[in-house]
């Protein structure tokens, strides 16, 4: 049974930055795509980053350049290095996985449908 579990999250003042981490363990798979998504209160949850087993990644515009997905495959950990936070930032974050391949389709890594497994999540707070 595959399980993932957020840490990291917690307050910080806008400019500053928070790293996330998501430990994953019980896959054997060695093809995956791993992903941060965030739910404000009162909005659908949206897809942030990926990352697949190529290395390669994928970023929503409201994060590119401020946000940066990375995984350690040895620790079996994905992580989510958030600089320049804003207040709009602010939201629950998850982490995901896929393990078959449905992230690689055109489209399809950003959006929830692809992704079968998640953590319970971690808050971010960004004050201004």
């Known amino acids: 049974q595959v399980q993932l579990a957020e840490s990291g999250g917690g307050a910080v003042q806008s400019g500053g930055s928070l790293r996330l981490s998501c430990g994953t363990s019980g896959h054997i798979y060695s093809g995956y795509c791993m992903a941060w998504f965030r739910q404000a209160p009162g909005k659908e949850r949206e897809g942030v980053a990926v990352?697949?087993?190529?290395?390669?990644?994928t970023y929503a515009d409201s994060v590119k350049g401020r946000f940066t997905i990375s995984i350690d495959n040895d620790k079996n950990t994905l992580y989510l290095q958030m600089n320049s936070l804003k207040p709009e930032d602010t939201a629950m974050y998850y982490c995901?996985?896929?393990?078959?391949?449905?992230?690689?389709?055109?489209?399809?890594?950003?959006?929830?449908?692809?992704?079968?497994?998640w953590g319970q999540g971690t808050q971010v707070t960004v004050s201004s």
């Open positions: 990352i697949d087993s190529d290395g390669d990644t």
């Open positions: 995901a996985a896929d393990y078959t391949l449905v992230c690689m389709t055109p489209g399809k890594a950003l959006g929830m449908s692809a992704y079968d497994y």
